[in-house]
């Protein structure tokens, strides 16, 4: 395993990190709880020390699960969780978003039980509140850090201008955002200002949220949305697993697998962790697995690094990705679509 500076935490964090969104029992699908665990422990084993959760995972459920995994271990991980996203009352659409100072507090007490511990490496705010001030939001940050709960805070899923003004009150340490083949609204976005500012950047969705894993066909179904969010088609505003986008993009994954991942010999997955891996700003990519085995499926990727022919030829086949939109724009709901969709070109032969 590979570890990189994380910003200037002073840390060196490993550039495959464990994201435990899929082990919340809820959005994608279901899942053994103990099979989470020995997942875990088998990135533990390969020199992960980055897991990644959140009390919006399932309720909190996902932040147990890593409590179990971690109660021998806690040492030896960097600990992410979040805050600022809680479940609406009964009968209310959800979830809120609340990143006033009070709920912070409340909110980052009610992980550390949960975790069974005293206290996070880094805590995030899960997603922009348009009604809190970002002032308010840092100060409310800054006091859990200042009490010992943690010991780096930053944002998930801010845009550059929002970074900015939280910027004004207090150092922003750890930024996390979506960033993957079919995704790269980041590298205009926010990773200009994180390269300038030393912000750490955990990229998450590595795997195109299960697209480059090469697993899909054009007749795969997610069935209900409330069960595994993919049904819905859209992903953090792209519709890219959405009716003829979605077919679209299988026969685009299909190409990078053939003219890509099999004559280098390796999983598309791989590939994929390897290309989110080749951009400097990125610290540690985020890659969420059920069993042990996909751990293991995927660990090699981060050992693995593109040769500039294959760079330009992932670049030469993703321009007939479809679905994807410009706009970043996070304050809208993650599964809306956030703007025009970019006109995807018509696929090219293969290139020499």
Same mark, same amino acid.
């Given at each position: 395993?590979?570890?990189?500076?994380?910003?200037?935490?002073?840390?060196?964090?490993?550039?495959?990190?464990?994201?435990?969104?899929?082990?919340?029992?809820?959005?994608?699908?279901?899942?053994?709880?103990?099979?989470?665990?020995? *997942?875990?422990?088998?990135?533990?084993?390969?020199?992960?020390?980055?897991?990644? /959760?959140?009390? $919006?995972?399932?309720?909190?459920?996902?932040?147990? &699960?890593?409590?179990?995994?971690?109660?021998?271990?806690?040492?030896?991980?960097?600990?992410?969780?979040?805050?600022? &996203?809680?479940?609406?009352?009964?009968?209310?659409?959800?979830?809120?978003?609340? +990143?006033?100072?009070?709920?912070?507090?409340?909110?980052?007490?009610?992980?550390?039980?949960?975790?069974?511990?005293?206290?996070?490496?880094?805590?995030?705010?899960?997603?922009?509140?348009?009604?809190?001030?970002?002032?308010? /939001? =840092?100060?409310?940050?800054?006091?859990?850090?200042?009490?010992?709960?943690?010991?780096?805070?930053?944002?998930?899923?801010?845009?550059?201008?929002?970074?900015?003004?939280?910027?004004?009150?207090?150092?922003?340490?750890?930024?996390?955002?979506?960033?993957? =083949?079919?995704?790269?609204?980041?590298?205009?976005?926010?990773?200009?200002?994180?390269?300038?500012?030393?912000?750490?950047? =955990?990229?998450?969705? +590595?795997?195109?949220?299960?697209?480059?894993?090469?697993?899909?066909?054009?007749?795969?179904?997610?069935?209900?949305?409330?069960?595994?969010?993919?049904?819905?088609?859209?992903?953090?505003?792209?519709?890219?697993?959405?009716?003829?986008?979605?077919?679209?993009?299988?026969? &685009?994954?299909?190409?990078?697998?053939?003219?890509?991942?099999?004559?280098?010999?390796?999983?598309?997955?791989?590939?994929?962790?390897?290309?989110?891996?080749?951009?400097?700003?990125?610290? /540690?990519?985020?890659?969420?697995?059920?069993?042990?085995?996909?751990?293991?499926?995927?660990?090699?990727? *981060?050992?693995?690094?593109?040769?500039?022919?294959?760079?330009?030829?992932?670049?030469?086949?993703?321009?007939? $990705?479809?679905?994807?939109?410009?706009?970043?724009?996070?304050?809208?709901?993650?599964?809306?679509?956030?703007? *025009?969709?970019?006109? $995807?070109? *018509?696929?090219?032969?293969?290139?020499?």
């Amino acid at each position: 395993m590979r570890y990189r500076p994380f910003g200037r935490t002073g840390l060196q964090v490993s550039v495959m990190g464990f994201g435990c969104w899929p082990m919340a029992g809820d959005r994608y699908g279901a899942i053994e709880d103990d099979e989470a665990v020995k *997942a875990i422990h088998r990135a533990l084993d390969l020199g992960v020390n980055c897991v990644d /959760t959140a009390p $919006a995972y399932g309720g909190g459920h996902s932040e147990e &699960v890593v409590a179990r995994a971690l109660e021998k271990r806690r040492r030896d991980v960097i600990l992410v969780t979040k805050c600022g &996203v809680k479940a609406p009352p009964p009968g209310q659409l959800g979830p809120l978003r609340d +990143s006033s100072r009070g709920n912070i507090a409340r909110e980052i007490d009610a992980s550390l039980k949960r975790l069974r511990t005293d206290w996070v490496d880094v805590l995030l705010v899960h997603w922009p509140d348009a009604g809190t001030p970002f002032e308010e /939001t =840092m100060r409310g940050l800054e006091d859990v850090v200042t009490s010992g709960r943690a010991r780096f805070v930053g944002v998930s899923n801010f845009n550059g201008a929002m970074i900015a003004e939280c910027l004004r009150t207090r150092r922003v340490d750890v930024s996390q955002v979506g960033y993957h =083949m079919f995704d790269r609204r980041q590298e205009g976005e926010t990773f200009p200002t994180c390269l300038t500012h030393g912000i750490g950047v =955990m990229g998450y969705g +590595s795997l195109g949220h299960g697209l480059l894993t090469g697993a899909f066909t054009a007749a795969t179904s997610f069935g209900d949305p409330s069960r595994d969010w993919r049904g819905g088609g859209v992903v953090f505003g792209q519709p890219i697993f959405r009716g003829e986008n979605f077919k679209t993009n299988v026969s &685009v994954v299909e190409r990078l697998r053939r003219e890509v991942a099999e004559p280098r010999g390796v999983p598309l997955s791989q590939i994929a962790l390897a290309w989110v891996l080749g951009h400097q700003a990125v610290s /540690t990519a985020l890659v969420g697995a059920r069993t042990p085995a996909e751990v293991d499926a995927n660990a090699a990727g *981060a050992e693995l690094d593109l040769t500039a022919g294959e760079r330009a030829k992932i670049d030469l086949i993703l321009r007939a $990705a479809a679905g994807r939109v410009r706009e970043f724009t996070p304050l809208r709901p993650a599964m809306e679509p956030w703007g *025009a969709e970019i006109p $995807a070109e *018509a696929p090219t032969g293969r290139p020499a």
